[in-house]
Structure formats: structure tokens, C-alpha cells
């Protein structure tokens, strides 16, 4: 059984930044494509970045495109989204993923899904 732990959500006013971490503890996810969707209030979940298993690629939503960055350390079972340049727009719930099939941009991809950390941007 995976767990996925996410942290780093908050409040912060536009143009700020915030970093969110996703820990992964019950199995090394080191050969998973992890993934952060976010859900806002009224509609429906998104996806947002997503990372290959070694790091060598790297996939955005135009929206975030620029502003945010995704990374990951294997050894430490840990992957990360680097949020800049934060707009009202990106106020949602963020929800890291962990799965091995395509496409990456969508929810069904994904096996393990973490609980979800609110993330807040004031204008």
C-alpha cells in the first residue's frame, strides 16, 4: 500500500510563492510518473505538472506554464511543485499523484492519490 502525504499549502497574496511537497511512504515510487492535480471550489479536478520517473521530462498546464516547476528525489521518495508568480486563479485544493500510465495529463492515470493541501491566493 502507498500513502501520499502532501504539505506546503497556505495562504498568500498574489504574485507571491509557495512550495508543496509530496512525501510517499509504504513503497519506493522511484519507477512512478508522479502528477499534481488541483480542484477548485464548483469545479472540476485538473491537472497541473507531472514528472517522469528519472526527472528527464517534465509536462505543464498551459495555465501554470512558466510560473510553476516540479521536481523530484527519488532517494527520498519525495516530489515538489515550486509555485511563483501565484494569481487568485490558482486557489484550489492541490493533490499529488502517483501512477505508471498515460496519458499524464489525466486523473485516470493515477493508482495513489494523497488527501490534499489547501492552497490559498488572495488578490
Known amino acids: 500500500q502507498v500513502q501520499l502525504a502532501e504539505s506546503g499549502g497556505g495562504l498568500v497574496q498574489a504574485g507571491g510563492s509557495l512550495r508543496l511537497s509530496c512525501a510517499a511512504s509504504?513503497?519506493?515510487?522511484?519507477?512512478?510518473?508522479m502528477g499534481w492535480f488541483r480542484q477548485a471550489p464548483g469545479k472540476e479536478r485538473e491537472f497541473v505538472a507531472a514528472?517522469?520517473?528519472?526527472?528527464?521530462?517534465?509536462y505543464y498546464a498551459n495555465s501554470v506554464k512558466g510560473r510553476f516547476t516540479i521536481s523530484r528525489e527519488n532517494a527520498e521518495n519525495t516530489v515538489y511543485l515550486q509555485m511563483n508568480s501565484l494569481k487568485p486563479e490558482d486557489t484550489a485544493v492541490y493533490y499529488c499523484?502517483?501512477?505508471?500510465?498515460?496519458?499524464?495529463?489525466?486523473?485516470?492515470?493515477?493508482?495513489?492519490w494523497g488527501q490534499g493541501t489547501q492552497v490559498t491566493v488572495s488578490s
Open positions: 499523484a502517483a501512477g505508471m500510465k498515460s496519458p499524464v495529463e489525466a486523473d485516470t492515470s493515477y493508482a495513489y
Open positions: 509504504g513503497r519506493t515510487l522511484s519507477r512512478s510518473i
Open positions: 514528472i517522469s520517473w528519472n526527472g528527464g521530462s517534465t
